[in-house]
C-alpha cells in the first residue's frame, strides 16, 4: 500500500474514532467552501493527485465496471468497493483539514501589512 493511500486511511480511522483536529460538523460546514475555493481558484493548496485520486475513486465506486464483480463473487466483490470508498473519504477528510487551517491562517494575515 502506497504511503498517501496509508494517510488517507488513517485520517479516516481517526475521524472515526474522534481524534482528529476538526469535528464532522466543521467539516460538513467547510466542503461546500473548498469546492467553491477549488473551482474559483482562490484554494491553491490542494494537493492535485489526491483530488483525482478523488474524482476517480467516486467514478470507481458508481460504475457498473469492476475488478471484483459483485454478481460473481458477491460479498467478497463488495471488498474492492469498499475499500475504493473507505480511501476516499479519509482523503476528502484530510483535504478538509488542510483547507480549514489554511482558511484559519489567512484570516490571521492582515491585508497590507509587512512584517518587517
Known amino acids: 500500500m502506497r504511503a ?4 488517507a486511511l488513517a485520517v479516516l480511522w481517526r475521524a472515526f474514532r474522534g481524534e482528529g483536529r476538526y469535528g464532522l460538523g466543521e467539516r ?12 474559483r481558484g482562490r484554494y491553491a493548496d490542494a494537493d492535485g493527485r489526491r483530488l483525482l485520486g478523488v474524482v476517480l475513486g467516486l467514478v470507481y465506486v458508481v460504475s457498473p465496471v469492476d475488478l471484483l464483480p459483485e454478481a460473481l463473487l458477491g460479498v467478497l466483490g463488495l471488498a474492492d468497493d469498499a475499500f475504493v470508498a473507505a480511501w476516499v473519504a479519509g482523503a476528502v477528510i484530510g483535504e478538509l483539514d488542510r483547507f ?11 491585508p497590507g501589512y509587512v512584517h518587517r
Open 4 to 7: 498517501g493511500r496509508a494517510a
Open 28 to 39: 460538513l460546514k467547510a466542503l461546500p467552501r473548498l469546492v467553491a475555493g477549488l473551482l
Open 100 to 110: 480549514i487551517d489554511w482558511e484559519k491562517a489567512r484570516d490571521r494575515v492582515v
